[in-house]
């Protein structure tokens, strides 16, 4: 047993199902207030958030992560109880074990020895935890960020403990996320008899070409850090539940995973909308779009990702490979105060799933890892 196997396991032990805390973010604010650190919980309707900071000076470097958790499933479908953390032929499993409480651990514990071995070091540490992010987050991170951003605090350096690991703990670093621009459309026709086809108009007909040309269209070619721009449609729904009428409407949501180099003037996002409203009045549709964005971020190469990628040999033996490919993260909230933010966590081949588990083995050299970058940015 490590100290940050302990604090791993005490995370774990808290049923902070999003947007509970379960008490995991005072279980780390009591290992950081001996140290020095300055808190500030930031409650926002009912999530608990805070802030902690050691120092004034620049370089600031700050870890970032999430208490919550998402559902545990059908309990009956673990092979262990969730919220007992239990270790079997070497694996931890839990509910968090991979995403993303091993890393919040690592977050203190790496903070514990850093300070110990260099009680000297020039600059600042902070972490910023949200019990946030596996839900809606509107009243997480984001809402912490602007209240830095709106009194002049700016980080330097930001480490986001989300599990990146594809095969083997160290093989991939996320140094950049696509962006998110999801539509709800609908399209009207007119509702009828089906046997009358003349006196209806069939929406899912009408939109049919133009979900054809969405599909069919090429957005953009990607990047050096991006692939190209995809279109999804995620949910259809349409008709009465009756086998003879034609639906008066149908509701198509869709999304956009995209690269934030788009081919043509002004922003991606603007970019993006246009063009999708060009192909539905091509087609002559009655419809409603409704839109709802999140932003991209990337950090090109630069010394915070030359720095965990050093620590990651030091500590796995690995090579990294830079990444954007994935889902969104907190990240891109933090990019607004921060020009330099990378991920790097644990496997993530058991996120989200039932008998979530991270390797016990793999747990020291992700505190290592996290010690390492500092001891690199902050001598």
């Known amino acids: 047993m490590s100290k940050t196997l302990d604090l791993v396991i005490d995370l774990l032990k808290r049923q902070s199902n999003t947007p509970e805390d379960a008490g995991c973010q005072e279980a780390m604010i009591a290992r950081l207030e001996p140290l020095g650190f300055k808190i500030e919980r930031m409650r926002f309707g009912d999530v608990d958030n805070f802030y902690a900071r050691l120092g004034t000076e620049p370089p600031l470097i700050v870890f970032a992560g999430h208490t919550d958790v998402v559902p545990t499933g059908p309990l009956d479908k673990w092979h262990t109880p969730p919220f007992e953390p239990t270790i079997v032929d070497g694996m931890l499993y839990a509910r968090g074990a991979a995403d993303m409480k091993t890393s919040l651990a690592a977050f203190v514990t790496s903070i514990e020895e850093f300070i110990a071995e260099t009680p000297d070091f020039k600059g600042s540490i902070g972490l910023l935890v949200t019990s946030d992010e596996e839900g809606i987050a509107i009243n997480g991170t984001v809402k912490v960020v602007e209240a830095l951003k709106n009194r002049g605090e700016f980080i330097d350096y930001c480490v986001v403990g989300e599990p990146t690991s594809n095969k083997v703990v160290g093989d991939m670093i996320k140094n950049g996320r696509r962006g998110s621009l999801s539509g709800k459309l609908t399209v009207k026709g007119v509702q009828g008899h089906i046997a009358y086809p003349h006196l209806v108009k069939n929406p899912i007909h009408l939109v049919a070409p133009a979900i054809k040309d969405m599909v069919e269209t090429v957005w953009d070619n990607g990047n050096e850090y991006f692939p190209p721009t995809s279109?999804?449609?995620?949910?259809?729904?349409?008709g009465t539940g009756a086998t003879n009428v034609v639906p008066g409407e149908v509701e198509i949501l869709f999304n956009f995973r995209f690269c934030p180099e788009l081919n043509g003037e002004g922003s991606t996002e603007t970019n993006l909308k246009q063009r999708v409203h060009a192909i539905l009045e091509h087609h002559v549709l009655d419809y409603d779009l409704v839109w709802e964005y999140s932003p991209p971020y990337i950090t090109p190469r630069s010394n915070l990702v030359d720095a965990i990628e050093e620590a990651i040999q030091t500590a796995y033996g690995v090579m990294p490979e830079l990444s954007t490919t994935g889902g969104t993260s907190d990240g891109r909230f933090i990019a607004d105060i921060c020009k330099?933010?990378?991920?790097?966590?644990?496997?993530?081949?058991t996120i989200h799933k039932l008998n979530e588990?991270?390797?016990?083995?793999?747990?020291?050299?992700?505190?290592?890892?996290y010690k390492l970058t500092m001891q690199k940015l902050l001598k």
């Open 357 to 369: 588990c991270v390797g016990v083995a793999d747990i020291e050299p992700l505190k290592e890892t």
């Open 340 to 349: 330099q933010v990378i991920e790097f966590g644990p496997l993530n081949k």
């Open 231 to 238: 279109w999804q449609i995620s949910n259809m729904n349409g």
